[in-house]
């Protein structure tokens, strides 16, 4: 079976946030907000560091449901992506919307709906995350 993979650029940074977009076949399907992109990392306070990873969809203890795993983060342990909409929100992990606004992402339930849809058919097993670096305080 073929590997399929998302790709997120993370595009605009603020002094508490990351937002970027999730790419599927060239084309942008959502939004994400993480943490702030550090050279140390803070617990609970920092975006996990740009690469390619392996994601598998596995039942959540804290969430209490099925959520995608993003495995072997060097430094970080259960980095998963789930639904919310402010920094606060993230503790480490990536959160997606349908809207951005800045350290805001919106429609975030709808957003994980429609990811979790797609990593099923599609068989997505590979999450690339790429550092932009293009705009700081945009939004």
Known sequence: MQTRELTLYRKWYTDKSTIGELVY???RIMYTL???????KIWGETAIPAG????EVTHSPRFKKPLPLIKRVEGFKG???HSGNY???TEGCLLVGMTKGRDFIGSSRTAMKILMDLIVKENITMIQIIDTRATWLAI
């Open 87 to 89: 920094p606060e929100d």
């Open 25 to 27: 076949k060239n084309e």
């Open 52 to 55: 390619v990873y392996e994601i």
């Open 34 to 40: 993480e943490d702030v992109v550090r050279e140390h």
């Open 79 to 81: 980095v998963r992506i």
